[in-house]
Structures are given as C-alpha cells and as structure tokens.
C-alpha cells in the first residue's frame, strides 16, 4: 500500500516540524516574559538567533537600569525644588519697605489672597515653630511656622489664620501647613512670607531674590 507507507515516511517528519515549532514559540514566550518587554521585543526575540537574543536581553536591562535612573534623577530634583508658598496671589508689600506698618524694615513678602487659602511648605523641611503671638517672634505676625530646611534656611509663614502642623514635624515640598489669615498686625488677608537664615526674627533676606535663585519665579 504506497499511500500507507507514504504516510509513514511523511508523518515523523511533520511531528517534528510541528514540535520545533512549539519550542520556537515556547522560547519566544520565554523571552518575552524575561524582557517584560512589548510586542515588538517579543517578535525580535523569537525569531533571533540566540546570540542576538542574548545581546536584545541584555541592551534591554541597560535601557531599563537608564531609564530607572531617569526617574530616581527626576524624583531627585523635584524633591529638591522649591514652591511658591501659595499658588494664587497678587503681591503686596515686598521686602525692605518701610513706613508706619513696621518697626523696621518690612522683613518678607507679602501675597494678597483670601482667607482660608492653602499654604504650603515652600521647600521640604522640619518644622521649627508653629502658633499664635508668631510663634515667639512677636505678636505683629499673629499666627505662624517656621520651617528649617538644609543649608541654614529657614521659611517663615504668618498671620495664618490656621496652623495644621506641630513641632518637630517633617512636611515635603508643596505640603499644606497652614490657612492663611488675618491675624497680628495685618491690613487685610494676605500671607506674608520670609527667609531666614535663622529660625528667628531678624534673620530674614530677600525672600523674591532668594526663591529666584532657586528656580521660583514671583
Ligand atoms: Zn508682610
């Protein structure tokens, strides 16, 4: 019967075939799911040799560990950035002004805003002062924080209208710490806002100049 031995010769043949096949697809598979890669690093894979399947698994980590490094580099920088200490404002007083409203020289800037307007922690940091009569610094601040930062800087927040940080607390970037207010010697809402280059009174320098040399622009 040639069609019966035909069929014997052909037959071993095609079961090969078929099991390469199966492996060709089971090894791509593989691949794929070592790479954790797409379609398209998938489809290269199975049909690469498996030097160059070695070489792809390999320039596949190294664009990994890069763009993992990318994303610990941004986080870094953005941890390290400053913010303004309100998002809405118009400015008012600024630094350095003088006049019937302050003993000396006016000591920070002040932002106009609405009572109750989330202020934020300018720069991560660890709080140093927080409460009324500005927390130590005299009453003319009403409500305040200090924060102290790296490099001997500190920010300060006053005339709040409520404090939502104690302490000792640690806040990040951009955190609320605080609603602004109306308290102390205030002529109308706003926040007024300082640099020190210590936790107290007296301290403070050009808060525009200082948040411009950081990359905030007021
Ligand atoms: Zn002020």
Redesign the pocket.
């Known amino acids: 019967m040639p069609q019966r031995t035909l069929s014997k010769t052909v037959r071993p043949s095609a079961f090969r075939l078929r099991a390469a096949a199966i492996a060709a697809v089971a090894a791509g598979t593989g691949a794929a799911t070592l790479l954790g890669a797409g379609a398209a690093a998938a489809d290269s894979a199975s049909l690469a040799p498996t030097s160059v399947t070695t070489s792809a698994v390999a320039d596949q980590a190294k664009a990994q560990t890069k763009a993992a490094a990318a994303v610990k580099q941004a986080a870094a920088a953005k941890a390290a950035s400053w913010v303004h200490p309100v998002s809405r404002y118009t400015l008012s007083?600024s630094f350095g002004l003088g006049g019937s409203m302050w003993s000396h020289k006016?000591s920070?800037q002040?932002f106009a805003v609405p009572n109750g307007t989330p202020v934020l922690a300018a720069h991560a940091g660890t709080v140093v002062k927080a409460g009324p009569v500005g927390a130590g610094d005299g009453p003319a601040y009403g409500n305040a924080v200090v924060v102290r930062h790296a490099n001997n800087t500190y920010s300060q927040y006053a005339h709040l209208s409520k404090i939502n940080v104690r302490v000792g607390q640690s806040v990040g970037t951009g955190e609320r710490i605080a609603l602004s207010g109306n308290t102390g010697n205030s002529s109308g809402p706003h926040l007024?806002f300082e640099i020190r280059t210590s936790p107290n009174y007296g301290s403070a320098v050009n808060p525009v100049a200082f948040l411009r040399t950081v990359g905030v622009t007021v």
């Open positions: 007083a006016h920070g002040d007024h």
